[in-house]
């Protein structure tokens, strides 16, 4: 008996995080939109890797592991739009993903301006997003449209401070006459 008891507690927990068994009518506009921007993440997340692999190949290790774990904070996001979808028992469409806007950056200062100016133009294209999709959320609030979008403008606000941080310490860094290779260490620390 206890067994059994056993056995359907761990089923209804694993229950709670599959799909509603009857898909929820989520317009295909909102559909279309968060397709795109989960394409748009998983392009950050290729793009902050790019930037990682070149400063772990100038013997930056601080800044390339700053780089890698924003990659992998960009895939939790696209993982958050999808599980919108997923969740609701809406299958995703997987859009065709661009290079990287570049692979090699001279001088990491800035590597971290092209983050800075990705970031603007992601916040951006969440400012479009919510835009685009907000009344659907008005006319039914179950979809939970509202919730979603103003955890990604936090989010939007929190990275661009976080970058804006970084180019702050390196240049103040370089302005001191100081290599970039002594305040690699704090760098890596900003995300502990
Ligand atoms: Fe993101
Ligand atoms: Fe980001």
């Avoid at 229950?15 to 397709?35: F, G, L, N, S, Y």
């Avoid at 609030?141 to 939007?156: A, M, N, T, Y």
Wanted: proline share 5%.
């Amino acid at each position: 008996m206890i067994q059994l008891f056993v056995f359907v507690t761990i089923m209804a927990c694993k229950w709670k995080k599959q799909a509603t068994t009857t898909p929820m009518d989520v317009p295909e506009p909102v559909r279309e939109a968060i397709e795109k921007q989960i394409c748009a993440e998983l392009h950050a997340q290729y793009l902050y890797n790019a930037m990682g692999a070149c400063m772990q190949a100038q013997n930056l290790p601080g800044m390339a592991y700053w780089m890698y774990d924003q990659a992998k904070e960009e895939e939790e996001h696209a993982f958050r739009l999808l599980e919108f979808l997923t969740l609701k028992g809406v299958p995703v469409r997987f859009l065709t993903n661009e290079k990287p806007e570049a692979e090699w950056w001279n001088d990491p200062i800035d590597a971290f301006k092209a983050a800075l100016q990705h970031e603007k133009k992601v916040t951006a294209m969440i400012n479009e997003l919510d835009a685009k999709i907000r009344q659907y959320d008005a006319a039914d609030p179950h979809l939970g449209i509202d919730k979603l979008l103003k955890w990604f403008h936090e989010e939007q606000q929190e990275e661009e401070e976080s970058v804006g941080k970084t180019i702050e310490m390196l240049e103040k860094c370089r302005a001191d006459g100081n290599p970039l290779q002594s305040v690699d260490k704090a760098i890596a620390k900003l995300r502990s």
